[in-house]
């Protein structure tokens, strides 16, 4: 069993069933409610404004699992093309899509890399969907979730050639008042499955506060989830704080 940032619940499909909890819907086709969907969910993000920075640092203290009181400085390209992330115990990882890969890189068979690199993923997360790599779909299951009616859709990223993203899928939940994200359902990456079963995560998100116009989510909270039966057991919780976006010198990436 995978154990620490995503340990969770174990969902077994139901090999009876034949209908899947995603139904494919290319953004790029002309789809008005699903594209409606992503510029509704940027919209209240602010993610025009994002994209015009350059690059974004927060610092993160995350208590889940086995990895309790992990504290560490990200900063990353608002692209999310380069990350660098520096732990209070002296260890820094950096990534370059430029450069290498995942896979190249091991993160993905590197469980303390891939661990500390989700982070990055989780907060880029509502601010990068529009693109030629992501895949809108529709989502079967319920639109409820801890007794909230969402919009909802399903999301998946393809994998450039020789690049593989943390994530093979997400359900999306988004609210219908503020637009603003508020779970973000995951499996891990077929890499990572030591089981037959596929082990769904939910993170949510609150506490948004306005960071130079735009809402960024500083408090994150990992249930275990399933598409039929939603949450489950809590399983941790991550805070953001000293959220700023900045420049940086050439090379700072290496």
Known sequence: MISGLFTGCEYQPNPSDNKPFMDLDAFSKPQPVVGLFVLNLEKAHNASEYR??????FEITGNIGNVQNYQATITMSTTAHDVKIESDDGKHFVYQESRSSLMEDSII????????????????????L??????VEKFNGSNRLNGESFRVRGIRL???????????WYVVYA???S?????????????????EEVISHAVEYSDYRDVDGIPIAHKWTFWEWSPDNGLGSKLGNATLENVSFLPVDNGYYK
């Open 158 to 168: 393809v994998p450039k050639p020789g690049f593989d993203d943390l994530f093979e």
């Open 130 to 135: 529009r693109n030629h790599d992501v895949r």
């Open 52 to 57: 015009k920075r350059e690059n974004v640092r």
């Open 109 to 128: 068979h590197n469980f303390e890399q891939l661990r500390s690199f989700a982070w990055a993923h989780f907060f880029s997360l509502p601010k990068r």
């Open 179 to 195: 637009g603003l994200l508020r779970y973000a359902a995951y499996a891990l990456p077929e890499q990572m499955q030591h089981t």
């Open 175 to 177: 609210d219908r008042k």
